[in-house]
């Protein structure tokens, strides 16, 4: 029971308790300690507490409360327009959330109680926001394969923090259930290291024409110029078709070691964090679901673009018997362009266009349909 309900089972019975006679308050002593599972001692102590306290005695203990039930349900407000990530993603894009919330006439908070959100630290944040979080962990399935061409391809073992816009990283995701077999539909997914920029493309199966294809839609939609490829140790990378069109295209291409997922860090966050927890773990295997999944990418990555921050570890040291990373400022990727100096005013201001036409309320709902789309979809294919 929480404190609360037990101080209104104390209440309930502390006039009798104070009146009876000695059977009787043994009685009342045994149906409170049942009731509150309480010893039979610190029932006799509250009481005598409740009893003898004065009428004028208000509850005094603990600091004031400051961020009250109104401030709570604002940040989950905003929490939710951030798609639930964590605090330290959220913090520093609580003033744009609500605004966006406040154009649709959806923000029915008062200004005392947004200023109050907006001046919430991140500790404070944070612990907030662990109250709210329910974590699932879910692990899938992977169709990595060696590859024979490994030797023409470099493992790159340099360090991914501070270069400049153009390097890519790039993997698979695949889309089987919990049946690795037959034709399904698998999601490439991109990520630009330095502007921390993704775009995602689904296709049918893992051939090598199809993923390069893939590949090429999602470099044209990264605001910056092509000038490497880095990916995992899979065949769906690793394979003369591809190196010859990376060769042709005057890209350089590099790949990570097996099991090493630190080769390419910023790949693996990204698939974890966007498409399993948007798209899911079920099966998708058939043609319809690629043009699905692809009509929810087009809007899901202008969302996490524009409207969803991200931070990079940039430095990663040991103290005592644990590590200790440090992290950049929390930004957008919308935000990395266009403080970057090596990108071009002209896609700066082709971004900024855009973005003002944008709105993260919006673009979530879109998104919901969308996804509502691909399930009905799925529920077709699965019931023939």
């Known amino acids: 029971m929480t404190m609360k309900a037990i101080k209104e089972v104390l209440l309930e019975f502390k006039n009798d308790y104070w009146r009876g006679d000695k059977k009787e308050k043994g009685r009342i002593l045994d149906t409170v300690c049942i009731t509150t599972k309480m010893h039979r001692k610190a029932v006799v102590r509250a009481f005598k507490r409740l009893c003898t306290k004065p009428k004028r005695d208000t509850e005094s203990r603990g600091r004031p409360v400051i961020y009250g039930a109104d401030v709570q349900a604002a940040l989950f407000a905003v929490w939710e327009v951030g798609a639930f990530c964590c605090a330290e993603l959220l913090h520093s894009e609580v003033a744009v959330y609500s605004e966006a919330l406040r154009s649709l006439d959806a923000w029915p908070y008062d200004d005392l109680t947004t200023g109050l959100l907006r001046q919430l630290s991140l500790g404070e944040m944070k612990r907030r926001i662990g109250k709210l979080r329910t974590k699932h962990q879910l692990k899938g399935r992977s169709t990595t394969t060696p590859s024979t061409i490994k030797r023409k391809v470099p493992v790159y073992a340099g360090s991914w923090r501070g270069r400049d816009p153009g390097h890519r990283q790039f993997d698979s995701v695949v ?11 698998y999601t490439i997914n991109g990520v630009d290291t330095a502007l921390m920029w993704s775009n995602r493309q689904a296709q ?35 394979n003369f078709y591809f190196l010859n069109a990376s060769e042709r295209a005057e890209v350089n291409q590099t790949r990570s070691r097996s099991g090493k997922k630190n080769d390419n860090a910023f790949i693996e966050e990204r698939n974890g964090s966007i498409v399993r927890k948007w798209i899911g773990y079920d099966r998708y295997d ?3 679901h690629v043009v699905a999944l692809n009509n929810l990418y087009e ?19 040991r ?16 935000a990395r362009t266009l403080a970057h100096p090596l990108i071009s005013d002209e896609t700066k201001d082709r971004l900024k266009a855009e973005h003002a036409t944008l709105n993260p309320v919006t673009l979530l709902k879109e998104i919901a349909k969308l996804k509502t789309i691909l399930a009905k979809i799925n529920e077709r294919s699965q019931s023939k």
Not at 178 to 184: F, I, K, N, P, T
Not at 302 to 314: D, G
Not at 319 to 333: K, L, N, S
Request: hydrophobic share 30%; charged share 25%.
């Open 204 to 238: 049918w199966n893992k051939g090598e024409i199809a993923t390069l294809a893939s590949v090429e839609h999602i470099e044209s939609n990264i605001p910056s110029n092509t000038l490497s490829r880095h990916s995992d140790s899979g065949s769906e990378f690793l």
């Open 319 to 334: 103290v005592g018997a644990r590590y200790v990373r440090r992290y950049d400022q929390v930004m957008t990727p919308y």
């Open 286 to 288: 058939t043609p319809h």
């Open 175 to 185: 889309h089987c259930g919990d049946r690795l077999q037959g034709d399904m539909v």
């Open 299 to 317: 809007v899901l990555d202008l969302y996490l673009n524009h409207f969803q921050a991200v931070r990079r570890c940039i430095k990663r040291e």
